[in-house]
């Protein structure tokens, strides 16, 4: 097949193939295009268009001006990826009256971002890729929504889902399935039912199931036991008056009561389904609505929908899909990949389920005129996104002005989310509605469209919106601890008023500290305590000057965060082998405890850890323990010890864990019958001190000996690790790997407050990977968990803004779980946690468990060094993550590592 061709018309440009060339390799190609439908879609070449550099005094031109000639009557259009990331299309158009026998000509003009935006600083740099793609679906003779109905019939079909009604199973946090079932008669006569209406572009896992390591459903099974369901859906080629017919001819015959959530487009099938309910006028079905919470709804419509700009919406979504590639949109590639050809071929008509949020239509305008009729039954959960930095820019270029002239949150306008009328009439009351914004006016935000429902604050405002949020009021008033007063608690409602979010709603204990993290020095404020839907505050009493010098000398949490932070630094000293350093006691280590402890469990928080500690009995309770103040974030919690009891935390009858505050959700991966697979990658660079990589590759594999003969795991080795070899192994198939394991050298650098892995650069030498650089190779791999095993690969914090460090980055960025080295770590103690974590693993253990249980074994080894048990944490928001499954209460593989020895 011939290649379009393409040049550049405009002077000063020049277009460089991204092809093989002698003494230059070829370069990557672009990441979004190569995930586009190839049956849709072919990318027939990729360029670097270049302005060369002008004369002094002339401004480097910022519009290019392309002819581009394909062979034949082929659709064409070209992908632009801009300096800042962002993506555009650009379908050329003809260019005048095509000559008989002369080849079509079509030319499209670009223009290029203003280095004088107020977002960009400097002039534009690097260069403009163009990728062209040559459009598969043919001339379009078809309508929009004809062309949007078969697009959507084939998606669903593609995804394994059926149109109707899903029953939502799964109870424990993490644990989510659905089952093609629709509410019955039996159903109805037990209690009210739950119903969840996904949003564009999704389905009802790709919306909701990201509520379920949050513990939403282990919550709301209280109010509605099994009777949670969602209903699938068509939400571009089908109305929302015909998605409501659909729904309606599925509800059993007789009375039925029903609590709805409604999530973006879903929020005004939600109240679609509120206004026939409240009509009736169906003989075999009384419908009663009870509560509707309305979660980032477009009631005012949003621009993204407006007919005239779907080749925008195109590009926008685009955009949303490679910048947040851990998202709801389930379905939002598979439209771009085949509405290319429709927009390129100019099809007439609307998209009606897109059209039904015209803020112009008249959907949204019959919306707005029962909007104060629909008030007194809704709540509201609405966020305002601003980004920062290179998001920043990125989505400046990708032109979210010509969208948004107010704040919103991505896809929709804020406000639209609770005003239910006009502007300023029939709005849903601040005490009935969650809001997520910015702390002060462009201050940067994490909260979107994409991500609210991964909020912990969102799970427990759903809760408590519905009702089903249990608080146990007698664990705040019944006293505590011996010989701590039982003072009164402090408790806020759910909605999160005041500041503090509202109640994480699942069977942990989560400790959150909030504070300003870009205070100097930074500190912690105040305290949050979750357990099962209680939730208590404590405030910190520094006085005056916080941890600095000037602190004020009679306030004892001034006295005992000096103290924590000096311990802190020896023990960083002594791990590192400074000359100077000078070991911890056994005595000030149990001071250093104590006092860490006593950082944790102060007054109402420490009586809701000892009634959490009592009703688990003889199960053992997962302690979650996250911050926004970085230098509080990086201190060894694992060595705090709980006076009542005499040992630390971490090798206690209990699970501690470390999550970190992000924009992205945890990955949502899918289980998989097996084998479990693991990467293990070495890293031993000449330039630095030799580690026992290969026993470890060794061990590992022997580990899994049995279970790898069974073909239940698999251990694949990546020796003398490069970044490029590294990258080259991952991209050869998401979802390849579950367990990365790396062993090599990692440091912390001090100045730059950053952490670094050490990889090999191709000739044997080191090359340092910082955050960043490790984030882009993992993110979005389909990996379980990351072992960093690797010096100071855990650290973070100190003055940075926000939480730096390697395992706090990957977790950011949706890796579910990250093993990591707080300290420098002994190359025997390394080898050892390794072994026991990966049996336990292997015996069909959770991870929590499985760390524990590596801690208590180190510590009683006689070849481990003292606190070396402590070095690695665990970073995880699915604290009961299981890497081998479990079936029918019953381990599916077995292994013959118990009882072994370490060396």
């Excluded at 039904?356 to 709540?379: K, L, N, T, Y």
């Excluded at 500290?513 to 912690?524: I, Q, T």
């Excluded at 006076?643 to 945890?666: C, E, K, N, Y």
């Excluded at 890293?683 to 594999?701: G, K, Y």
Aim: hydrophobic share 45%.
């Amino acid at each position: 097949m011939a290649a379009i061709a393409i040049r550049a018309l405009s002077p000063g440009w020049v277009l460089t193939p991204l092809a093989p060339r002698r003494g230059r390799p070829a370069l990557v190609p672009d990441p979004f295009a190569a995930r586009l439908d190839p049956s849709a879609v072919a990318v027939d070449g990729e360029y670097l268009a270049e302005a060369r550099r002008p004369r002094a005094g002339i401004a480097t031109p910022r519009r290019l001006a392309l002819e581009v000639i394909p062979p034949g009557a082929e659709q064409v259009a070209l992908m632009l990826r801009l300096p800042s990331g962002a993506i555009r299309f650009q379908f050329p158009e003809a260019a005048g009256p095509r000559r008989r026998g002369a080849p079509r000509r079509l030319c499209c003009t670009i223009e290029l971002p203003d280095a004088e935006s107020p977002v960009r600083r400097g002039p534009l740099t690097g260069a403009l890729r163009i990728v062209v793609l040559r459009l598969l679906g043919g001339i379009v003779r078809s309508s929009l929504p004809a062309l949007a109905r078969r697009w959507e019939k084939r998606s669903f079909r593609e995804r394994g889902i059926k149109s109707g009604f899903v029953r939502i199973l799964g109870g424990a946090a993490g644990d989510f399935a659905l089952q093609p079932v629709a509410p019955s008669a039996a159903d109805a006569a037990q209690g009210p039912i739950l119903l969840m209406l996904h949003g564009t572009f999704s389905d009802t896992a790709g919306s909701y199931a990201k509520l379920a390591p949050l513990g939403f459903y282990a919550q709301a099974r209280e109010r509605y036991g099994a009777r949670i369901h969602g209903f699938e859906h068509p939400t571009v080629g089908t109305s929302i008056a015909d998605n409501l017919d659909a729904l309606w001819s599925e509800l059993p015959h007789g009375a039925i009561e029903m609590d709805v959530i409604g999530y973006s487009r879903g929020s005004l099938f939600a109240r679609a389904l509120l206004a026939r309910a409240r009509a009736g006028g169906d003989p075999q079905r009384q419908v009663r609505i009870g509560k509707v919470v309305l979660v980032a709804g477009p009631q005012q419509g949003t621009a993204l929908a407006r007919p005239q700009r779907y080749r925008d919406t195109l590009g926008w979504l685009a955009n949303l899909l490679d910048a947040l590639p851990d998202n709801p949109l389930t379905s939002a590639m598979s439209w771009v990949s085949g509405s290319l050809s429709w927009f390129a071929a100019e099809a007439l008509g609307v998209l009606p389920g897109l059209a039904d949020m015209d803020p112009d239509g008249p959907v949204i305008a019959a919306f707005r005129e029962r909007g104060s009729s629909d008030v007194p039954a809704c709540h509201a959960a609405v966020t305002e996104f601003e980004a920062s930095g290179a998001l920043r820019l990125r989505l400046a270029d990708a032109l979210v002005d010509a969208f948004f002239a107010e704040a919103n949150d991505l896809v929709v306008p804020t406000a639209g989310g609770w005003q239910l009328g006009p502007p300023g009439a029939a709005e849903i009351e601040a005490a009935r509605r969650l809001s997520f914004a910015p702390k002060a006016p462009g201050a940067a935000s994490e909260v979107h469209h994409l991500n609210i429902l991964a909020q912990p604050a969102t799970a427990g405002f759903l809760l408590a919106a519905l009702g089903a949020t249990t608080q146990r009021r007698s664990v705040l008033t019944r006293g505590g601890r011996k010989g701590r007063p039982a003072g009164p608690a402090a408790t806020a409602p759910a909605s999160a008023a005041g500041g503090v979010p509202a109640a994480i709603v699942d069977d942990s204990f989560h400790l959150l500290v909030l504070g300003d993290p870009e205070a100097r020095p930074p500190r912690p404020e105040t305290i949050v305590a979750s357990w099962r839907g209680a939730r208590v505050v404590e405030r910190y009493r520094w006085g005056k000057g916080g941890d600095g010098p000037a602190a004020s000398a009679g306030t004892e949490a001034g006295r005992r965060w000096r103290q924590i932070i000096r311990y802190h630094q020896r023990l960083i000293d002594v791990f590192r082998g400074e000359p100077a350093a000078r070991a911890l006691s056994p005595t000030e280590l149990e001071a250093f405890g104590h006092l860490l402890f006593a950082a944790l469990f102060g007054g109402s928080v420490g009586r809701l850890y000892d009634e959490a500690r009592g009703h688990h009995g003889g199960r053992r309770l997962h302690l979650v323990l996250n911050s926004n103040v970085p230098r509080w974030a990086e201190k060894p919690w694992e060595l705090a010890i709980d006076p009542a009891r005499g040992s630390p935390l971490a090798i206690q009858d209990i699970h501690l864990v470390r999550d970190v505050l992000g924009m992205l959700p945890t990955e949502q991966l899918p289980a998989h019958p097996g084998p479990l697979r693991i990467l293990v990658v070495q890293a031993q660079p000449v330039d630095a001190a030799a580690l026992s990589v290969a026993a470890e590759a060794a061990l590992i594999e022997r580990g899994f000996a049995e279970l790898a003969a069974a073909g239940r795991v698999s251990v694949e080795v990546l020796a003398r690790a490069t970044p490029a070899s590294l990258h080259e192994r991952l991209a050869r198939g998401r979802g390849r790997f579950d367990v990365l394991h790396f062993v090599g050298h990692g440091e912390y650098d001090e100045a730059a407050q950053a952490g670094l892995l050490l990889f090999e650069d191709g000739q044997g030498r080191g090359q340092a990977l910082g955050e960043r650089e490790l984030g882009r190779l993992l993110a979005g791999r389909g990996l379980r968990l990351v072992f960093l095993n690797a010096c100071e690969s855990a650290r973070g914090g100190g003055y940075s803004a926000w939480m730096g460090g390697l395992a706090p980055a990957l977790l950011r960025l949706g890796i579910p779980a990250v093993i990591a080295n707080q300290f420098a770590v002994d190359d025997l103690s390394a080898l050892g946690f390794a072994q026991q974590l990966y049996a336990r693993l292997a015996e069909g253990m959770s991870l929590a468990e499985a760390v524990r249980e590596a801690r208590i074994a180190l510590c009683c080894s006689a070849g481990s060094q003292g606190l070396d048990w402590a070095v690695p944490a665990l970073y995880t928001r699915v604290p009961g993550l299981r890497l081998i499954g479990v079936s029918n209460g019953s381990l599916v593989m077995t292994t013959g590592m118990k009882g072994r020895s370490i060396r």
